[in-house]
Every structure is written in C-alpha cells, then in structure tokens.
C-alpha cells in the first residue's frame, strides 16, 4: 500500500518535471531565436527605416506592466499565459504586413510556431484582472486607443520579458548580459 502511494507520488513528480523540461526546451528555443542580432536583423534591418505598426496599448507588454501585475497578486502563470498570448497576437500582425517572399517571413512563422506551442501547456484560468485584458485584447481593431510602435521594440519587449518570467526556472542565458556584467 505504502509503496503504491511512494510510486504515485514518484510518478507525480517525473511528471511534473518532464512538463518543466519541455517547457524549458520551448523557452530555450524562442530565446535563442530572439538574441539581439536575430531581432536586429529580422526586424530592424530588414523593415523600412521607420517602420511602425499600430497595435493596442494592451499589446506593449513590458517589465513594468509585469511588476505591477505581480504586485497586484497575479501569478507568473496568468502572467506567462498573458505573455504568450500578446506575443502570438503581435506575430500574427506581423505576419500580415508581410509578403510571402520577405526575408523575415520564414523567422517570424517559426516564432509563431514556438509561441503555438507554448500555449499548449499554459494554465486557461484566469483572475479578473487578466480577463479584463484579455478581453480589451480581443476587442475589435477599430475601437480602443492605439500605439505605433516598430517591429523590433515590440520583440524586445518580447525578449525581457520572456526572461522575467522563464529566466530562473529555466536558466536562460544572455550572451549580451553576460558580456555586460563582465
Ligand atoms: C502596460 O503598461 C502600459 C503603460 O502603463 C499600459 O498602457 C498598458 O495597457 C499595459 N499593458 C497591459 C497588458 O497591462
């Protein structure tokens, strides 16, 4: 009996680490994917000088907004679900201006991917606060305030918090911030 329980439990947590292992691997990937030079390249240079899209105010989503969502109890799942679903919107935007034959097409379709399955495994309950955003995110694109912002600012925006929130967990490495701290 005791034993049965012991393996339960074993399993349990076999379980639950090989979500966090995944989890890691697909976090570890999109980091990979938006290092500055990637995001200097496929967003910056390859886009016209002063390029800007127009997005929701809910869709420049930064550190800032994440210290105040946790100081208001938010935790780093709703945040992390948040997050994704933002990032998933932005490229999908992207992804529309785009010509099939840009040379930024291919990465930012590999981005959506990464970010689709993300999404499989993040949690779907959500306080009201994040409802609320949610739901203003979902609003039609004609009402609301709106922001022009270029590619790149909205993916390094992407990129820090992507380590606020993964960093620890996964041990994510920056190449930039490790030269920096040197
Ligand atoms: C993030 O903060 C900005 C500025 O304070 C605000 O306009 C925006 O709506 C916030 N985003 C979210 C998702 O809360």
Redesign the pocket.
């Given at each position: 009996m005791q034993r049965g329980i012991l393996l339960f439990l074993c399993i349990l947590a076999l379980g639950r680490t090989a979500v966090i292992y995944k989890r890691c691997q697909v976090t570890r990937a999109l980091n990979d994917k938006l290092l500055y030079d990637k995001r200097l390249t496929y967003l910056g240079d390859y886009f016209p000088k002063d390029y800007k899209m127009i997005v929701r105010?809910?869709e420049?989503?930064?550190c800032?907004?994440i210290t105040s969502l946790i100081n208001q109890g938010i935790t780093v799942e709703e945040l992390r679900y948040l997050w994704g679903i933002v990032n998933e919107d932005i490229l999908i935007k992207i992804k529309e201006v785009l010509p099939d034959r840009h040379p930024s097409f291919g990465y930012i379709t590999e981005l959506l991917k990464i970010f689709k399955e993300l999404l499989l495994d993040t949690i779907t309950h959500q306080t009201e606060i994040i409802q609320d955003?949610m739901e203003r995110l979902r609003k039609p694109d004609d009402t609301g305030p709106r922001k022009s912002v270029r590619p790149k600012a909205l993916l390094d925006n992407c990129f820090r918090v992507l380590y606020a929130l993964y960093e620890e967990e996964c041990n994510l490495c920056n190449p930039s911030s490790r030269l920096m701290a040197l």
């Open positions: 105010y809910e420049v989503l930064r800032q907004n955003i």
